[in-house]
């Protein structure tokens, strides 16, 4: 036996477990021999794409966010039964905390996207999303509903039905009378159950049907509870078993499960990736929400075989037999079965909508018992429209049987475009040229004839240049092109109404000639990143600005009538970038001078251009926005990078602008510390604020050090994430009996890694639902209305309450000792009790100690004024 042989069995035996183990056992063990591990690597996902290739069952899961989903339910159904599996997750999780970075909102969202997109690749399943905004925690389905705006979110569940078709829908969390815990959990069900008819109505969003979706009934919708717990609703209840391992690799299904659930890493999940799961069983129950009751099975009642397909039961004995005499040590023997196959399917009538996409699964099983591998890549992923791109197609084949490649061909067009009509040129020989055309009808390029076999084992290389149109916009995740609403992005291209991320910017279709049939395989231009971090090695092809812009602040604070100067960055992305940059802003604020030329030599060459902006004699908010001509077309979007390990580079490309605030705040005193948290935007306010700010560590907090300074400020969970603050707050709090101030904002009850939250009795531990006010209109009662805080150095009214974004606050304190500490301020949320805990002071020997659950952190990079004129009176505690 060769070096290296026990090695490469042990991995061979840990995928031959399952029901293909007895004719499989020997071959595999011969795939593993020397030479062969590529071989042995696809081997496992050409036999995963047989067995789901056989099976004709669909399984569509929803509920309301990222993480929510049932990871092991997934897998169990995608790998272990073979039925095409779906998430459909109504948010992207925008609203949520960030564990891992200080991205929020619809950044927050982009990462969490692809963080679900990561789960699914693990687990086997699809994901789809709607239109809706997580805007944050809710204590009722109605409110989500309302936020998100109920008729626009079920059309889009109604879509998604129509386009997955799924024969059983299963909500995560019950609809009334249970509850979901969260307001957003309970509407996901409310809505799943209000599509399944809805759905198969031809009078139901009749557009859909317009665009080529067809009405679709599912057989049943239920509910997969969990837990003994007895449930609060009525209807037909089973148990289904969703335990055991992998057929294929013999990894348990909980393994799986755990790994896919540890992909949400801005949640603090990744943890789950090095727990073992059981292959025991796991039952599971399945209340029935509407739909045909259910005896033994969530799918009984429902053919998963191709016999449900008019003419498909023909295939089911070839599929059979291509499953039994697979061989794993030399797969390309399965093509000529395949292609009988291919041709059969071809011959049938059926207007279903899965013909279309089995054929395509069809396609891709061949192209892996080949081992035919393309590959699109470029030497830098970011190109500006209208240039070229220098492609590099590689072929490669293992397989016995030839393979002959017929050419490249790029007159696909990006499904991202809607039929509008736009100026392309006509001719590739003459680009001046042009013409008016409908893009989804026409296109300007061409294809690469190759036209030769290719031998086995030895790649194949062909490269070109093909110009990128000019007519692409710069790119940006499609939910976030247009201005939405608080509850719903704007999505002007429908048919990407639904899926979880842009598709290719430029399509490239391989077109091969196999035993006398054609294969195209797709593919997108990727550039290669060598070193970088496994998920942040292929980028895909972005189209970006010759230049981008960048406020020097994300926020401008005024006060009403003066005048102060704005900065804007020019970046050039390419070299010679000339042009000139103007401003433009609302009515009654003034910016001068009108533009400022630029010319950058090289590209990564930055200016920064400054314009005098002066306020208008009343308080008020507007946002300024920034605008480059550069060779007579205009640009006016800033460049923002998320760079997080586990995931893929994103690249966010909106438009270019800063909040303006004009407020009448007073401050008092000058230097303010800040220790970081687990990221905010406190600094760049304090520093709008007129503060000058010094970054602490946990070190620094002792007298000696923070002498000099007027106030500290912690961010917000820094009790949760750092390590340094438990053992230094003792000097902290000394520090504060000497005279100083400090404002802690607010810590997550659990996972907390110094318990001690103040110099006397605090504590947030209790359920944190119900310790918090999510209505960012909620009235706020002042308890303590002579309390400084509320009248040095600004005097403080409920006017600086009215326009907060998300919600009041949360994880306010449960207990603290009410003779030390002065409660401020009182809220609620409808048909609550009031709570008094959002923001509490202590006077500690001649200091001030402040204890905040109040969103800062959400108000503040918002630019909200009165956010900011409370935040400079905290500061300015004892001043």
Same mark, same amino acid.
């Given at each position: ?35 062969? /591990? ?10 995963? +794409? ?12 929803? /509920? ?19 039925? =095409? ?14 564990? =891992? ?46 936020? &998100?705006? @109920? ?64 009405? &679709? ?39 799986? /499960? ?6 949400? #890493? ?8 090095? =727990? ?81 996409? #089995? %054929? ?16 699109? *890549? ?14 590099? @197609? ?71 240049? +093909?110009?990128?149109?000019? &007519? ?21 291209? $429908? ?24 294969? $195209? ?18 980028? %895909? ?36 970038? %000339? ?22 030599? *090289? ?24 605008? !480059? ?138 359920? !944190? ?25 600004? =005097? ?22 009410? !003779? ?22 202590? +006077? ?5 100690? !402040? ?12 630019? @909200? ?15």
């Amino acid at each position: 036996m060769t070096a290296g042989a026990p090695t490469r069995i042990a991995a061979c035996i840990r995928w031959n477990r399952g029901a293909l183990a007895p004719v499989l056992a020997f071959a595999s063990l011969l795939a593993c021999g020397p030479g062969r /591990a590529e071989e042995a690597g696809r081997v496992p996902a050409i036999v995963q +794409q047989l067995r789901t290739f056989a099976n004709t069952g669909t399984v569509l899961h929803v /509920a309301a966010h990222p993480d929510d989903e049932n990871t092991q339910l997934i897998t169990a159904m995608a790998r272990g039964r073979g039925y =095409r599996t779906a998430y459909l997750s109504v948010t992207r999780g925008d609203g949520g905390q960030n564990e =891992r970075g200080p991205d929020f909102a619809e950044k927050l969202g982009v990462l969490r996207t692809q963080e679900l997109i990561a789960a699914r690749k693990l687990d086997g399943g699809r994901q789809f999303f709607t239109r809706a905004i997580d805007y944050g925690y809710s204590k009722s389905p109605e409110e989500a509903l309302r936020i &998100w705006d @109920h008729q626009a979110v079920l059309g889009d569940v109604v879509r998604v039905i129509r386009t997955f078709r799924p024969d059983v829908i299963i909500t995560r969390f019950p609809i009334p009378p249970g509850s979901g815990g969260h307001g957003q959990h309970t509407a996901s069900a409310m809505l799943a159950v209000e599509a399944f008819k809805l759905a198969a109505d031809p009078a139901g969003y009749p557009e859909q049907l317009k665009e080529g979706l067809q009405p &679709w009934q599912a057989k049943r919708i239920g509910w997969n509870g969990w837990g003994n717990n007895p449930s609060p609703l009525k209807g037909p209840t089973i148990q289904f078993d969703i335990g055991g391992a992998d057929p294929v690799t013999g990894v348990p299904f909980g393994t799986i /499960a755990n790994q896919s659930r540890g992909m949400h #890493k801005t949640q603090m999940l990744g943890v789950f990736s090095e =727990r073992v799961g059981s292959p025991g069983q796991n039952f599971q129950n399945f209340q029935l929400l509407d739909g045909e009751p259910a005896t033994t099975d969530i799918m009984d009642g429902v053919d998963t075989t191709w016999a449900r397909i008019p003419g498909g039961a023909a295939l089911i004995p070839l599929i059979d037999d291509v499953i039994a005499k697979f061989n794993p040590a030399d797969p390309a023997a399965s093509v000529p079965a395949l292609l009988a196959i291919r041709t059969k399917l071809d011959g049938l009538k059926s207007p279903d909508p899965l013909l279309q996409e #089995k %054929r395509g699964d069809l396609d891709r099983i061949i192209a892996s018992c080949l081992g035919l591998t393309v590959e699109t *890549t470029l030497p830098q992923a970011e190109v500006v429209a209208g240039e070229k791109l220098a492609l590099r @197609h590689d072929v490669a084949v293992t397989g016995s049987v030839p393979v002959k490649w017929v050419s490249v061909d790029y007159t696909r067009l990006p499904l991202d475009f809607a039929s509008e009509k736009l100026k392309i040129s006509k001719s590739l020989k003459d680009p001046d040229q042009v013409e008016w055309v409908t893009v989804r009808q026409s296109h300007l390029f061409a294809k690469i004839e190759v036209n030769a076999v290719i031998p086995a084992g030895s790649p194949m290389v062909r490269e070109s240049k +093909q110009p990128l149109p000019e &007519w692409l916009p710069v790119s940006q995740p499609y939910w976030l092109r247009e201005e939405g609403t608080a509850g719903m992005f704007r999505v002007d291209q $429908v048919h990407l109404i639904g899926t979880p991320e842009n598709q290719a910017a430029f399509p490239v279709d391989f077109v091969f000639e196999v035993g006398g049939e054609q294969l $195209v395989l797709s593919d997108e231009p990727v550039q290669i990143v060598a070193g970088a971090p496994e998920a942040q090695q292929r980028r %895909r092809l972005a189209v970006i600005p010759p230049v981008s812009l960048g406020f020097a602040h994300d926020i401008e604070l005024f006060a009403p009538g003066s005048t102060k100067e704005v900065t804007v960055a020019v970046t050039a992305a390419r070299a010679g970038s %000339r042009g000139s940059l103007q401003l433009a802003a609302p009515a009654g604020w003034t910016i001068t001078p009108a533009k400022r030329s630029f010319e950058l030599a *090289t590209a990564g060459d930055k200016v920064a251009l400054t314009f005098s902006v002066t306020a208008p004699a009343k308080a008020g908010r507007a946002s300024l926005a920034a605008m !480059a001509e550069v060779g007579g077309a205009t640009y006016g979007t800033e460049r923002l990078v998320l760079d997080y390990p586990h995931l893929p580079v994103q690249l966010l490309q909106r438009p270019a602008h800063t909040h303006l605030v004009a407020v009448d705040t007073q401050i008092r005193g000058q230097r303010v510390g800040y220790l970081p948290g687990a990221g905010d935007s406190t600094v760049e306010s304090l520093t709008q604020l007129g503060y000058e700010v010094v970054t602490l560590t946990g070190a620094d907090l002792n007298p000696a050090k923070l002498a000099g300074l007027d106030a500290v400020v912690l961010g917000v969970r820094a009790s949760n994430d750092r390590a340094d603050l438990a053992a230094n707050l003792p000097g902290l709090f000394a520090w504060v009996e000497a005279g100083g101030t400090v404002i802690a904002q607010y810590n997550r009850p659990n996972n907390l890694k110094a318990t001690t939250l103040g110099p006397y009795e605090l504590s947030i531990d209790g359920p !944190a639902p119900r310790l918090r006010v999510t209505d960012e209109d909620a009235p706020v009662t002042f308890l303590a209305p002579d309390h400084p805080v509320l009248n040095v150095p600004n =005097r403080i009214t409920s006017a600086d309450f009215a326009g907060w974004v998300q919600e009041r606050g949360a994880y306010f304190p449960s207990k603290w000792d009410e !003779a030390r500490y002065t409660a401020i301020l009182a809220m609620n949320d409808p048909g609550e009790a009031p709570l008094r805990s959002s923001l509490l002071i202590a +006077q500690h020997g001649k200091g001030w100690f !402040a204890y905040t659950g109040l969103s800062f952190f959400r108000q503040l990079p918002a630019g @909200h004024p009165g956010a900011h004129r409370l935040f400079a009176n905290l500061v300015s505690l004892g001043k």
